[in-house]
């Protein structure tokens, strides 16, 4: 990874309007909360560290992926900040907040999760810049190698669960919410890769979603009109069981039944996993695509007991 800082205006007002922001989001906050500004793959990348005020050695270290946000590329979507730094005070794990690279063509912050290079004008590399900053903030802050853990909302999920696929050596544990693992075209013949390293994975998605469609793509929704055809969350669970050669599940019944949601199952939980690992899915009755209020601590309690044995 290459510490450069970018020359462009613009990145320079960028940063200088979210470094405003980020000093009111810190006010009366312990530890300490700084940004930072790299080149990867040829892009400006940007992401913040919050170090709360005790991180002895060996301490876990958790990434939140954003959601996809359309804004000016000078408006950082910087998410979560306060709830996190309120977490990781109190439970000493070193939290980061990488920003997606931002599409012009589309005017947005999003990330590059499966079968989604076409739409960018210069694929971004994002696992290997995920992969490179776990490295890199690993050894700086002596992070414990068990304890790696991703999360994330949206297209921020989307990637967390690429993360899960193709950084499993390094991450513990990924927590995607409201994002599935592939959306894909149709005129494509994308295939999954097999994830090499068990992971522990906590999906949670909302049953009334009408971006990302609990159970995908039905005929005539937005997807169909954009080109793209979206798993449903059985597709997730199923390819996770299988990649983590779980054994045990709570239920065999479907979370969805002819393109809609199973209303009698509200969750669905594999063990016996390779790893130790654990597969668990929680339907969240009545949401939509939303980060409902207090996700971020089920999730840290799922993480906080989900560290690679």
């Known amino acids: 990874m290459k510490n450069k800082f970018s020359k462009g205006v613009c990145l320079l007002f960028a940063m200088a309007c979210f470094m ?66 309120s977490l990781a005070q109190s439970n000493s794990f070193l939290m980061v907040w990488p920003i997606s690279s931002y599409n012009t063509r589309a005017n947005s912050f999003y990330w590059d999760s499966f079968d989604m290079d076409y739409s960018f004008a210069q694929p971004p590399d994002d696992v290997g810049f995920l992969r490179n900053l776990i490295v890199t903030l690993s050894a700086q802050y002596a992070i414990n190698p068990k304890g790696v853990f991703v999360a994330g909302m949206s297209s921020g999920a989307m990637m967390a669960q690429r993360v899960g696929v ?54 005539k929704t937005i997807w169909n009109e954009t080109g793209l055809t979206l798993g449903s969350v059985d597709d997730d669970v199923s390819y996770w069981k299988n990649a983590n050669e779980c054994t045990n599940a709570s239920t065999t019944e479907s979370l969805c039944n002819n393109g809609q949601p199973t209303t009698s199952v509200d969750n669905q939980d594999a063990t016996g996993c390779a790893g130790g690992v654990e597969v668990r899915f929680v339907r969240q009755v009545g949401q939509g695509h939303v980060w409902g209020q207090g996700t971020e601590k089920v999730v840290w309690q799922f993480f906080s007991t989900h560290f690679r044995q």
């Open 20 to 85: 405003g922001w980020a000093a009111l989001a810190q006010a009366g906050v312990p530890g300490t909360f700084t940004t930072h500004t790299v080149t990867w793959n040829g892009l400006s990348r940007m992401y913040a560290v919050y170090v709360p005020t005790h991180l002895p050695p060996g301490s876990p270290m958790v990434l939140h992926l954003h959601a996809t946000a359309v804004t000016p590329s000078t408006t950082i979507p910087f998410q979560l900040v306060s709830q996190w730094e």
């Open 166 to 219: 193709q950084i499993s050596d390094l991450v513990a544990a990924i927590a995607p919410v409201s994002g599935q693992l592939l959306i894909k075209q149709m005129t494509d013949c994308f295939a999954l890769p097999a994830s090499t390293t068990p992971v522990s994975v906590l999906e949670m998605h909302g049953d009334v979603d009408a971006v990302l469609p609990y159970c995908g793509l039905a005929p």
